[in-house]
């Protein structure tokens, strides 16, 4: 009986610890990804603000030019 339940908890061992291993990798795959999209957004982002101070300065241009007609 005892020497059963000693291989039931070997197996059980093994399997969590595959299972661990998985998580492991998976969590190292998603914050890679993680990362990648942070960085990604961070670039988008700058060119939102790029293009928003772009538009202002035509919108100041494009007003001045109206008040000089």
């Not at 990804?33 to 035509?58: H, S, V, Y």
């Not at 007003?63 to 007609?69: G, N, V």
């Amino acid at each position: 009986m005892r020497q059963a339940n000693l291989e039931k908890s070997v197996a059980n061992y093994e399997v969590n610890a595959m299972g661990l291993r998985n998580a492991k990798g998976s969590l190292e795959d998603i914050q890679r990804r993680l990362k990648g999209i942070k960085e990604e957004k961070a670039k988008l982002d700058d060119r939102k603000r790029k293009a928003e101070q772009e538009k202002n300065d035509m919108y100041r241009k494009f007003e001045i030019a109206i008040k000089q007609l």
